[in-house]
């Protein structure tokens, strides 16, 4: 979705009709003065998460004053509502913001439990941040959406371990609010119950020190765990093809009544990871109550 518009021209004339002082519009956002001179200048322009506020200082509708043209995705819900992402592990009450960023990247979908919270926070209904969740899905695929094409460019799709750590990161948080090494290194600690990287690790993971030497499979789960992604995201692009592929392949197994509970085969030791299997299972369960409506009674 495109973002809301900035026109420094029409926020100055709107604040000097207003007489209200760059300094105490400022004061109201939590900005510096200078910050609101240079956006008024043009040297920047602000975060699309200060747009409410200063549209609230400003006695102006958001709308009206920064208008968008399109449906809202849930990036756009958040920062209607003045929200970092940094913040949002607060509001669904999780230990990073990872389920908000992979939702709002298009890697997967939030959780049911996740939405009423989300829907409060965004001062919206449940199928208002369902729809926009879609939304979110189709323009990480570079799907149309709702009459428009969006395209997908060309730096969203990361193909190194390193630079799909980096996206995250700064597609995740503020400027100067990303995690640090250490942080990230003690969360993948955390995640294994042991000691199984450090902070000059993961630094040489994420600028692509050592590429070659690939890091320990829980190293991975560890990462796509606190980044609230899907284990398949660090995986290189073959090994996710040749996996989804067999997943393909088990559930028309599962369809035809070949196979009851599927079994990952022929991925070498880790086979499919337990979220694809457990989908997986669920759909051959459903295909066997269909076989046989008796099964139930």
Request: glycine share 8%.
């Amino acid at each position: 979705m495109p973002a809301r518009r900035f026109d420094r021209a029409r926020v100055r004339a709107v604040r000097r009709a207003a007489e209200i002082s760059q300094s105490d519009v400022a004061s109201a956002i939590g900005a510096a003065d200078s910050t609101v001179a240079g956006w008024e200048l043009g040297a920047s322009v602000p975060d699309q998460e200060k747009l409410p506020a200063l549209a609230d200082v400003l006695k102006k509708p958001l709308d009206e004053l920064f208008p968008r043209d399109g449906l809202p995705d849930l990036t756009d819900l958040r920062c209607d509502a003045g929200l970092y992402r940094y913040e949002m592990a607060a509001v669904i009450g999780t230990k990073s913001d990872g389920p908000v960023a992979g939702a709002e990247n298009g890697v997967r979908r939030l959780k049911d439990r996740y939405l009423p919270d989300l829907a409060k926070a965004y001062r919206v209904t449940v199928d208002e941040v369902k729809r926009a969740q879609e939304r979110s899905m189709a323009k990480a695929r570079g799907e149309e959406v709702e009459g428009e094409v969006v395209a997908v460019a060309a730096e969203e799709s990361p193909r190194t371990l390193a630079e799909k750590i980096t996206l995250l990161l700064e597609r995740s948080y503020p400027a100067g609010a990303a995690p640090g090494d250490e942080e990230i290194a003690e969360a993948v600690n955390a995640y294994a119950g042991s000691h199984v990287t450090t902070a000059k690790q993961v630094e040489a993971l994420r600028t692509g020190i050592d590429e070659a030497e690939a890091p320990a499979p829980v190293v991975l789960e560890g990462l796509a765990h606190f980044f609230g992604v899907t284990r398949l995201y660090f995986e290189p692009d073959d090994a996710v093809a040749r996996q989804v592929y067999e997943g393909l392949r088990l559930m028309s197994a599962a369809k035809s009544g070949k196979v009851g509970r599927v079994r990952a085969r022929g991925l070498g030791a880790e086979g499919l990871p337990a979220d694809v299997l457990s989908i997986l299972n669920d759909l051959a369960t459903e295909f066997e109550k269909k076989a046989d409506p008796d099964a139930n009674e």
